[in-house]
């Protein structure tokens, strides 16, 4: 899968910003699909690795939210760590930058921060109530349907059996039944290259599939 518009449209905003103030652009650090409540990010992990090997002089991001929200933690990167590295951190939309710590922007981070923690529970909570409401009513809320199953046309979006799935599904069954290994089950269907299941959802959903993506099939669920 590729990367979502709005990091697409962050990177370019960032990216002119910096060519347009004369700056080189080191690396990108990009958590895709990830909380910004959640600080044990990939992107931000490897953000911070190389902040302590002085290989970064500036953060730039579109605005603080983009970074985290948590505002206690984002307020020990901005004021504590980042710092202590010697870096300047830029937060373009709230007119944020640590160089200039007089500005409107510097004295209304806190309270930025704050407001983006907040807005991020108010939002899961009314995700939360979404979820329960369609659950009680017999909805299926999962985006995924086991293998074996698709969506039905029904209003609750009942699962129903997908039957090419549903055939390799039975014939797992019976050879654990007959006395197969999982470990030999999965070597069986990879050795007759039948596409395992992670294989066979991107092309049922129209995606192509990697070729350097394994079509192995796994004895972990």
């Not at 992990?45 to 206690?72: C, P």
């Not at 202590?84 to 922007?105: K, M, P, W």
């Not at 070597?187 to 599939?209: Q, W």
């Amino acid at each position: 899968m590729g990367e979502s518009l709005s990091i697409d449209n962050q990177r370019l905003i960032l990216r002119n910003y910096v060519l347009s103030h004369g700056g080189t652009i080191v690396d990108e650090y990009i958590d895709d699909g990830y909380s910004g409540t959640n600080f044990d990010r990939p992107g931000i992990k490897r953000l911070l690795e190389d902040a302590q090997m002085g290989k970064i002089e500036t953060i730039i991001v579109k605005d603080l939210s983009r970074f985290g929200r948590n505002y206690i933690q984002v307020g020990q990167y901005t004021d504590y760590i980042f710092p202590a590295y010697g870096i300047r951190f830029i937060a373009l939309n709230d007119n944020v930058d640590t160089a200039d710590t007089n500005s409107a922007g510097m004295d209304m981070m806190p309270i930025m921060n704050i407001f983006n923690e907040w807005h991020s529970a108010n939002t899961s909570k009314k995700i939360r109530a979404v979820l329960e409401a369609s659950q009680r009513s017999g909805k299926y809320t999962s985006g995924i349907y086991p293998y074996g199953y698709v969506a039905g046309t029904d209003s609750t979006r009942s699962a129903i059996i997908d039957e090419p799935a549903a055939e390799i599904v039975r014939r797992i069954f019976d050879m654990r039944i007959q006395g197969y290994s999982p470990y030999r089950i999965a070597r069986t269907l990879s050795d007759e290259g039948i596409t395992n299941p992670t294989n066979y959802r991107t092309k049922k959903d129209g995606g192509k599939i990697d070729k350097e993506v394994s079509n192995w099939w796994s004895i972990r669920p």
